[in-house]
């Protein structure tokens, strides 16, 4: 405004030098507005010129200019951003305040969604460990019994007083005054030593929805949950849950497994003395279980008990009055193992499907005692040396009925059945043979078996036996490697790929790789066997099972995806399986009755396979090193086919098996380098695991198991230690 006082003042100084009374005063006159009036100006159209008012309302031009100044301010404000400082300068209290609430609420909406989806209430009533799942063979017999000791959780109004004052006193002696955090009792835990510096909330949330880890987040969470609990949960309801879940030791948890285990007594009638020893449990379960440390356990009793004075829940008298709890475990009626190969395959598949409670089960498996116990003395009894061994049968449908993981669970419990990914060597070739017979070929198709002399992969056949020409049939018979590369090239790998697939094949299998047709995709026993077991049933793929499975439903039926073979096609491949095993490589498998079967043995002597089928059974069984090492001469054809044998043979209860027709050829079966070719020229001498290996420096007989060997050379006969076998992995 004090522009426009000089501007008023300027001009009516200068109407007053100029002393013209017709210049109007008050502001400073335009030049349109200095030029003499034309009154002869006849332009009747155009509008009445508006004289400039003598006296101008300067209060409406403050007026006006004043709000030209806030709106300028305001438009200022507007085209600020949110980072620029001046943007948050000029909010007022009360936006302050508005924007906090809003945020607050919106901060609250996240940590209810948050703690919904971590820590929902539900789960604080779910058992913390797996209850105790009693596993049985199909007939009925217990063979393995794993998991925590869990059983029905605790009502509060149920316990005696004495009970849940025990553990108020030596846990959280102001439970039922906090709102789950306790700084008076961290404090008093940090001065006197015991008590517990977390509430019976924190303990909850900690052993319910964390892990046991270690750190100031942790322990935050632990706190932010504690508050939720206490938040939609009764004092009583938080106690509950706490007593019905706490470990105490010895596979025990909750208070009435332990009351049950230790003093064979329900919770409801339990003792003074013996609610303080359970009490005293909980700092220390596995140092303090009475059952081991009984001393430790009653010193810990004798804590709790002064707690109890303390708090006025006991007399000194009444508390010097209690006798030592007498400890009262009833042993069971059973020794059954908490581990067996089949039992840690067949449990995570049995707790898939089971419903978080706290009742032991009680589950029927398709496991067979009269097998399992058959598979394993035909096992402990074959000559393996040091190698170890893995053997599975199962039915057409896929029951596994009998499993042999290694030669020992206690000493090793890794599962070589399940686990182990080793080549398959020739067993894979039936995949090959059967892509072909479902392209048009016939088992009396004849191909080369020729030696390989082009490209960078030449296979050789065992023993250097080749031929102009072999029809199918008689390569498969023969294991013959050249025949089986060049029939993989013929219908293409991708094709046997797919027929792998189809089967029920997961491994990794190079397309365009001619190894594949020898068997260099690793894969587990399990996963073999059971795709013979689709070629088995005709009907596949073949999903190996633990559980005996319901009739299938229309709807399973509709969307499960089943393949089979055309009747020619597979009364084919079977022939081709049956030639294997009466006149080929699987001759010490053969069975006086229909089998079928496949031997492989891969580089080196690294892994030795038979897997075949007879009856309604079809059975894997590997040998071979851990550690991947050769083995001492074992093929496919040597022990594994005569584990098989044997086990087939009481698994079926056939009679004594005929020796095998002698031949005028030698035995085709052996290892290739790669994969099924050897070096040395090493031959089977009988059924009993002996070898006879010819190499440039003489003759070496040897025998599985027995740890010396005969070697003639140019010194003449020489008794020699046989080579020490390496020791697997625990």
Not at 258 to 286: T, V
Not at 393 to 413: H, I, L, Q
Not at 477 to 497: E, F, P, T, W, Y
Request: proline share 7%; no cysteine; glycine share 8%.
């Amino acid at each position: 405004m004090a522009l426009f006082d000089r501007f008023w003042k300027a001009s009516r100084s200068r109407a007053e030098k100029a002393g013209r009374s017709d210049m109007p005063a008050g502001f400073y006159p335009l030049y349109e507005s200095m030029q003499p009036a034309d009154l002869d100006d006849d332009d009747d159209d155009l509008p009445p010129r508006s004289r400039p008012s003598a006296n101008p309302d300067f209060d409406a031009w403050d007026a006006k200019l004043a709000g030209i100044d806030e709106a300028l301010e305001v438009e200022e404000k507007r085209r600020l951003r949110w980072w620029q400082r001046d943007y948050w300068r000029e909010r007022s209290k009360l936006w302050w305040t508005g924007r906090g609430i809003m945020a607050g609420l919106a901060l609250f909406v996240v940590l209810i969604g948050w703690l919904t989806i971590t820590a929902p209430l539900s789960k604080s009533l779910e058992p913390i460990a797996p209850p105790q799942v009693t596993l049985l063979a199909s007939d009925g017999t217990p063979i393995a019994r794993q998991g925590a000791i869990v059983e029905a959780p605790v009502k509060v109004a149920d316990l005696p007083p004495h009970v849940v004052q025990a553990f108020i006193a030596i846990e959280d002696r102001r439970f039922y005054s906090h709102w789950g955090i306790d700084p008076r009792g961290i404090a008093r835990a940090a001065w006197t030593g015991y008590g517990g510096g977390s509430t019976i909330t924190q303990q909850l949330a900690k052993f319910t929805f964390l892990t046991p880890e270690q750190s100031l987040s942790r322990k935050a969470r632990e706190a932010l949950i504690a508050f939720w609990l206490e938040s939609w949960l009764t004092k009583d309801e938080i106690l509950e849950r706490y007593l019905s879940n706490a470990y105490f030791g010895d596979n025990q948890y909750g208070l009435r497994a332990a009351s049950l285990h230790y003093f064979y007594r329900q919770p409801e009638k339990l003792r003074p003395e013996q609610a303080a020893m359970l009490a005293g449990l909980l700092q220390a379960p596995s140092r303090f279980a009475p059952t081991k440390h009984y001393d430790k356990a009653k010193a810990r009793m004798e804590l709790v008990i002064k707690s109890m004075v303390e708090e006025g829940y006991l007399t000194a008298a009444e508390a010097k009055a209690l006798p030592d709890p007498r400890i009262d475990v009833r042993t069971r009626d059973d020794n059954l193992p908490t581990g067996t190969y089949f039992a840690d395959w067949a449990l995570p598949l049995a707790r898939e499907g089971m419903d978080a409670s706290y009742s032991q089960q009680v589950l029927t498996t398709t496991l067979d005692s009269r097998l399992q116990a058959l598979a394993s003395r035909i096992v402990a009894r074959a000559p393996l040396g040091g190698a170890q061994v893995a053997l599975v049968a199962m039915r057409r449908n896929g029951e596994v009925v009998a499993m042999v993981g290694g030669r020992d669970y206690r000493k090793s419990p890794f599962n070589r059945v399940t686990q182990a990914r080793r080549q398959p060597g020739s067993t894979f070739k039936t995949f090959v043979y059967l892509t072909a017979l479902e392209e048009g070929w016939d088992p009396d198709d004849t191909i080369p078996n020729t030696p390989i002399e082009q490209g960078s992969y030449r296979p050789k056949n065992a023993r250097e036996a080749y031929s102009d020409q072999i029809t199918l049939e008689n390569a498969f018979a023969s294991s013959s490697n050249v025949a089986a590369v060049r029939l993989l090239q013929a219908v293409g790998s991708d094709k046997v790929i797919r027929t792998a697939r189809q089967l029920g094949i997961t491994a990794p299998m190079a397309e365009g790789d001619p190894s594949l047709a020898l068997g260099t995709s690793a894969m587990t026993l399990m996963e073999l066997t059971a795709a013979y077991a689709g070629i088995a049933a005709n009907d596949f793929p073949v999903e190996p099972h633990a559980f005996a499975r319901g009739e299938q439903g229309w709807w399973e039926w509709l969307t499960t995806r089943s393949d089979s073979l055309s009747g020619g096609t597979h009364e084919d491949i079977e022939t081709m399986l049956r030639a294997a095993i009466n006149r080929g490589t699987g001759r010490n498998a053969v069975l006086p009755i229909a089998n079928f079967g496949k031997t492989g043995t891969t580089q080196d002597y690294r892994d030795a396979l038979f897997v075949g089928y007879a009856g309604d059974l079809v059975v894997g069984v590997w040998v071979g090193n851990d550690d991947n090492s050769p083995l001492n001469g074992v093929t496919g054809g040597s022990t594994p086919a005569r584990i098989w044998r044997d086990f087939m043979r009481g698994a079926l209860k056939l009679g004594a098996t005929p020796a095998p027709k002698s031949s005028s050829s030698p035995d085709p079966e052996g290892p290739v380098q790669p994969l099924d070719m050897i070096e040395g020229g090493a031959v089977q001498i009988g059924q009993d695991g002996a070898s006879l290996t010819i190499d440039g420096n003489g003759v070496t007989i040897s025998k599985d198991g027995v740890p010396v060997e005969v070697r003639l050379g140019e010194g003449g006969v020489a008794v020699q230690p046989a080579p020490s076998p390496s020791a697997g992995p625990p």
